[in-house]
């Protein structure tokens, strides 16, 4: 039906791709992708205990000079803009040795101080923000939908949402001046527009939010039904995942 099942980011490896995916998906890719291999020379496999997955988003210098045997690095990071590094997860340490004595300074980040970095960025997470009921057009999926390729699953509906110019809804980063929470509503004129997905406070005050507003409101003056204006806040350019 055109919905978005899984979002994923590809790494080229030397024995074939890595397809990286968030833990909190509804289902695992290849689990989605296993009914259609068929006939195809493809295998898929589970390389989660095999591999480690470094990710240094917004990093621009190149990674360390000397990396263990098999792996390798890929932009962007499966966070975004910035170097990924993989490789069996038996180099691990190393790796990170090498990168806390290029950056005496590094810090490691745990989930709720990612959660809030990509909130800032306005950057979706699938399935905080998209959901298995949402289109892909919700966000800015540049050149990630090929309109003009052959029969696929979900053609019709990506070619409706085409042919409309639009999706009924779409997700805008905002910014406000008062505490916002995830799952509050959005309004415009008083009426209910759409949904606040996610939600963190900014140091100094105020909150960066994500939300899901229906197409017609988008740029029309909103704010939560606890009073609180939302002002446009700043889309991360989008990039593509090799």
């Not at 509804?26 to 259609?36: N, S």
């Not at 993989?86 to 709720?112: C, I």
Request: negative net charge.
């Amino acid at each position: 039906t055109g919905r978005v099942r899984a979002d994923v980011t590809v790494v080229r490896l030397d024995d074939g791709h890595l397809l990286v995916q968030d833990p909190a998906q509804p289902d695992p890719v290849d689990a989605l992708l296993g009914p259609y291999v068929l006939s195809s020379d493809v295998s898929l496999a589970d390389r989660t205990a095999a591999l480690a997955l470094l990710a240094l988003p917004g990093r621009t210098g190149g990674p360390p000079a000397e990396l263990p045997t098999g792996w390798v690095a890929t932009r962007p990071s499966c966070l975004g803009p910035g170097l990924g590094l993989v490789g069996p997860a038996s180099g691990r340490d190393q790796v990170r040795r090498a990168l806390e004595a290029d950056h005496p300074g590094l810090v490691e980040a745990f989930e709720p101080a990612v959660e809030a970095w990509r909130i800032a960025r306005g950057t979706p997470r699938f399935p905080v923000d998209l959901t298995p009921e949402s289109l892909p057009h919700e966000t800015d999926v540049g050149d990630a939908v090929a309109y003009t390729k052959g029969c696929y699953l979900g053609q019709e509906a990506v070619a409706r949402v085409g042919n409309l110019g639009h999706p009924p809804f779409v997700l805008v980063p905002m910014r406000s001046e008062g505490p916002v929470s995830a799952g509050d509503s959005v309004l415009a004129d008083g009426a209910d527009v759409g949904t606040v997905t996610s939600a963190t406070p900014l140091e100094g005050g105020g909150s960066a939010l994500i939300g899901r507003v229906r197409w017609a409101a988008r740029q029309t003056m909103l704010r939560t039904a606890t009073g609180s204006d939302l002002a446009p806040g700043t889309r991360p350019a989008s990039s593509a995942s090799a």
